[in-house]
């Protein structure tokens, strides 16, 4: 069989001071505890717990924006037309054998091997 409470008169909000809502937020937060039980033995809903808990929680630390310093745009080294890549230059028995400097290092390689 339940339990039910019926209350006369004029409905009245109670008052609770900061010790009894932490005597009621450490039982409901124990190890173990039930907050729904809690809740019944001090006749006050789940959701004044949790209230009661939110408002007394570490406030979340606000999310803000860093601020973008923009720059100018660093200018690329000009080429010289005029002026040749750097390559490296074989010339032998009547055979110029130009290897640009971006050439892969396999490249460079196996090109010297094949001219010993």
Do not use: H, N
Request: proline share 9%.
């Amino acid at each position: 069989m339940s339990q039910m409470t019926v209350m006369t008169g004029p409905e009245r909000r109670r008052r609770w001071s900061v010790d009894e809502r932490e005597q009621i937020l450490a039982a409901a937060f124990a190890p173990g505890a039930v907050v729904s039980a809690v809740a019944r033995r001090f006749e006050i809903s789940t959701g004044l717990i949790y209230k009661w808990r939110r408002e007394t929680a570490a406030p979340e630390p606000a999310i803000g924006f860093v601020p973008a310093v923009l720059m100018q745009p660093v200018a690329e080294a000009a080429v010289d037309p005029a002026r040749p890549a750097p390559a490296i230059v074989v010339e032998m028995a009547g055979i110029c054998i130009r290897i640009e400097a971006c050439a892969p290092a396999e490249l460079v390689t196996a090109t010297l091997r094949a001219l010993r």
